[in-house]
């Protein structure tokens, strides 16, 4: 089975310009993670969504970070305009359920360096 | 406030030495909780406990649980190189969320 697809890989971008990450869930996965990873803030999460709707973004950042899932298949996490305080690994993972009943699938992330 | 803490935050052993990596944790509603291995790319889930006391096992991994004391271990044995890699523990907020907070990590070096 496909496991959580995520695009691109690695993104080396300039600061100012708009970044896009995508993530393709775990088919039949009802809930989609977001999060970041730095070596000094370790893994945070940045929003989830369950059934497509944003349930909680209370971790993403600022108004410059914005998340969609316009559907069961895709979401997209979007940095605009990017500064290089956001280089980051960020992750995308997808569960069956809520985390009390069972564990998340991440993706291999998008390593993101902003010049 | 939610927390997990892990530690050692770093560990090197030698191959076939045994560790024992630790997990502990303040939650107001307590659940469960998951290990993670991360090597290069992304977290893969080890093992997710629910209940005081009872092992889980696979291979050389195992798990267990206290819930009275707040803490979890996670033993290695016969560690190999191909164990080498940042172990996360974490669990899920307090409430009904699907939300995670993970610890910062141990980092485990194995050498030959």
């Known amino acids: 089975d496909a496991g959580v697809i995520q695009s691109p890989r690695h993104e080396v971008t300039e600061m100012g310009q708009e970044v896009t990450l995508r993530c393709k869930p775990i088919s039949g996965h009802d809930y989609l993670f977001w999060y970041r990873q730095t070596m000094m803030r370790g893994l945070e999460l940045l929003i989830y969504?369950?059934?497509?709707?944003?349930?909680?973004d209370s971790g993403m950042p600022e108004d410059r970070f914005s998340a969609k899932m316009p559907n069961a298949s895709f979401s997209t996490l979007k940095i605009q305009p990017s500064e290089p305080r956001d280089s980051a690994v960020y992750f995308c993972?997808?569960?069956?359920?809520?985390?009390?009943?069972?564990?998340?699938?991440f993706g291999d992330g998008t390593r993101l360096s902003i010049l | 406030e939610d927390k997990v803490v892990q530690s050692p935050l770093s560990l090197v052993v030698h191959e076939g030495d045994t560790v024992t990596l630790n997990c502990s944790y303040e939650?107001?509603?307590?659940?469960?909780l998951l290990w993670y291995k991360q090597e290069k790319k992304a977290p893969t889930f080890l093992f997710m406990l629910t209940s005081s006391g009872i092992e889980k096992k696979s291979g050389r991994l195992s798990s267990i649980l206290d819930k009275k004391e707040l803490f979890s271990i996670l033993n290695i044995t016969a560690t190999q190189t191909g164990d080498s890699a940042v172990y996360l523990c974490?669990?899920?907020?307090?409430?009904?969320?699907?939300?995670?907070?993970f610890g910062q990590g141990t980092t485990l070096q194995v050498k030959p």
């Open positions: 939650v107001t509603n307590f659940r469960s």
């Open positions: 993972a997808s569960s069956l359920s809520t985390a009390s009943t069972g564990p998340q699938h």
């Open positions: 969504f369950n059934n497509n709707v944003p349930i909680d």
């Open positions: 974490a669990v899920p907020f307090s409430g009904n969320t699907g939300k995670l907070i």
